[in-house]
Nanobody
Framework: QVQLVESGGGLVQAGGSLRLSCAAS????????MGWFRQALGKERDFVAA????????YYADSVKGRFTISRDNAENTVYLQMNSLKPEDTAVYYC???????????????????WSQGTQVTVSS
């Protein structure tokens, strides 16, 4: 069983930056792909970014491409989401999750990931 604990959310002005961290425990972190998702109030949980087990392949939603960067440190069992040039529409609760199999552009929905973190609120003011 993988346990995921994230941190780093908060309130930031438009144009600002935040970095989210997601620390994993319980299983071999370096064997699994990881993903970040977000859920705005009253909306579905949407894919944000994903990274394969080695960090060599990354995937992004079109809405965050060029602004967000996903990375991982397998020695620290942690995955990160660096968010730059934040916009009010980035406001949401952000979650990390892991995928037991390989990640590709065809398996980027919330149903393809599991063991969700508790979520952290990111609020971007205009």
């Amino acid at each position: 069983q993988v346990q995921l604990v994230e941190s780093g959310g908060g309130l930031v002005q438009a144009g600002g930056s935040l970095r989210l961290s997601c620390a994993a425990s319980g299983r071999t972190f370096s064997s699994y792909a990881m993903g970040w998702f977000r859920q705005a109030l009253g909306k579905e949980r949407d894919f944000v970014a994903a990274i394969n087990w080695s960090g060599g392949s990354t995937y992004y939603a079109d809405s965050v491409k060029g602004r967000f960067t996903i990375s991982r440190d397998n020695a620290e069992n942690t995955v990160y989401l660096q968010m730059n040039s934040l916009k009010p529409e980035d406001t949401a609760v952000y979650y990390c999750a892991f995928r037991g199999g390989p990640v590709s552009p065809f398996v980027l929905s919330s149903a393809d990931f599991r063991s969700w973190s508790q979520g952290t609120q990111v609020t971007v003011s205009s």
